[in-house]
C-alpha cells in the first residue's frame, strides 16, 4: 500500500510576541503565496508560492562563490554605475533554471543567502505555539495565521485552527478575502475572527493596485458576516492609492450594513520598510512608494469611522 504523504503548509516567517495582529500577545504564522500583487506590498517574498532564495545585499561581500556552486548558471552577477557615478554590483537568480538544490546558499559563507518558504505539519507549528500559551491566558491572545494569502492553502488551514482550537487557543484569519467560499467555510467553524483587508471600493482600481477585482472580496465579508463570523477590518492607506476621502467613505458605506459583525476597524498608514525586502528579491517589477500620509490624514480618516460608530484603532 502507497504511504500517505502527512499534509503541510509552506511557511515563510514566524512571529512570536505579535501584538498587532489581533487581541493580546499572539503568534503569528505566515504563509506563502498571494493571489493579490499589491503595489505596495510590505512582504513581497510572500507573493510567489514556491519556496525561494532572498539576497541579503548588505551581508554579501561579493565572493562569487554562489555563482561557482550553481550547476544550472541560474546565478548571475550584474556590474553597474548608480545615480552618482560609484560602482555597484548585484546578484541575480533566474528562476526557470534554478532547480532549488540550495547548493549556492551551502557556498555563501557570509549567509548573504537564505531559503524563503519552508514545509511545516500541523504538529510542528502547534509544537511552536504552545510555547507561547502562557503568554495567551494571561493577555486573552492565541495563534493568528496570516501570508501572503493562508487561505490559499485552505486543507492545512482547517487542520491547524481545529487543532488549535482543540486546546482552547484563541485564533485569527488573516485574509485577503480573494478565496474561493468554500476555503472561508473550511476554517469558518474554528476562527474566532477575520483580520479582512479592504483595499479599494472601485473594483477596476483594486484591479489596477492589485491585480484583481474586488467583487469576490466584497462578497465574501457578507457571507462571513450572515454566516455569524467576526471581523477586524484592516484599512491599508497608501497615498496616491487608496487615501482619497472618497474611498475612505465609500468603504465606512459598505460596512454600515455588516458593523455587527465588525469587532474592529484598523487603520494602516503606508510605510516603506518593505523597500529592502524588494531588494532582497531583486525585483524589477512595478511598485509604488508614496510619502507616507500625515498624521492629520490619519486623524481624518479614523473620525470617519469613529462618526459611524466603528471601534476604530490606528495600527
Known amino acids: 500500500m502507497a504511504e500517505t504523504k502527512e499534509l503541510t503548509g509552506k511557511v515563510f516567517d514566524t512571529q512570536g510576541f505579535s501584538v498587532h495582529d489581533g487581541p493580546g500577545i499572539r503568534i503569528t504564522v505566515f504563509f506563502k503565496g498571494c493571489p493579490l500583487k499589491c503595489l505596495w506590498c510590505h512582504s513581497p517574498e510572500s507573493q510567489r508560492f514556491q519556496t525561494e532564495i532572498n539576497w541579503l545585499k548588505h551581508k554579501c ?80 491572545g492565541g495563534l493568528t495565521v496570516s501570508g501572503g494569502e493562508c487561505l490559499a492553502q485552505a486543507d492545512f488551514m482547517a487542520e491547524l485552527l481545529k487543532a488549535a482550537k482543540s486546546e482552547d487557543i484563541d485564533t485569527c484569519v488573516d485574509t485577503c478575502g ?72 465609500a468603504t465606512k458605506d459598505f460596512l454600515l450594513p455588516i458593523a455587527d459583525a465588525v469587532e474592529l476597524v484598523q487603520i494602516l498608514p503606508y510605510h516603506a520598510l518593505g523597500k529592502v525586502k524588494w531588494e532582497r528579491l531583486n525585483w524589477k517589477g512595478k511598485t509604488v512608494e508614496p510619502e507616507p500620509p500625515s498624521d492629520e490624514e490619519i486623524d481624518e480618516i479614523v473620525k470617519v469611522f469613529v462618526d459611524a460608530g466603528f471601534n476604530t484603532i490606528v495600527h
Request: with cysteine; aromatic share 8%; proline share 7%.
Open 61 to 140: 561581500v561579493d565572493c562569487g562563490r554562489c555563482l561557482q556552486a550553481c550547476p544550472t548558471g541560474a546565478r548571475t552577477r550584474e556590474a553597474f554605475v548608480d545615480d552618482k557615478g560609484e560602482p555597484k554590483f548585484t546578484y541575480h537568480i533566474d528562476p526557470e533554471k534554478c532547480v532549488e538544490c540550495g547548493a549556492c546558499i551551502k557556498a555563501c559563507l557570509p549567509r548573504a543567502l537564505y531559503w524563503c518558504g519552508t514545509d511545516k505539519t500541523v504538529e510542528e507549528i502547534m509544537d511552536r505555539v504552545r510555547k507561547d500559551k502562557p503568554f495567551f491566558e494571561k493577555s486573552g
Open 178 to 249: 480573494f478565496v474561493p467560499w468554500e476555503s472561508i467555510e473550511k476554517v469558518l467553524p474554528y476562527t474566532d475572527r477575520f483580520l479582512y483587508d479592504i483595499k479599494h471600493m472601485d473594483s477596476e482600481k483594486h484591479a489596477e493596485l492589485t491585480g484583481v477585482p474586488n467583487e469576490l472580496i466584497l462578497e465574501n465579508a457578507v457571507k462571513i458576516a450572515e454566516a455569524g463570523g467576526k471581523f477586524h477590518i484592516r484599512i491599508p492607506v497608501i497615498p496616491t492609492c487608496n487615501a482619497d476621502m472618497e474611498n475612505i467613505v
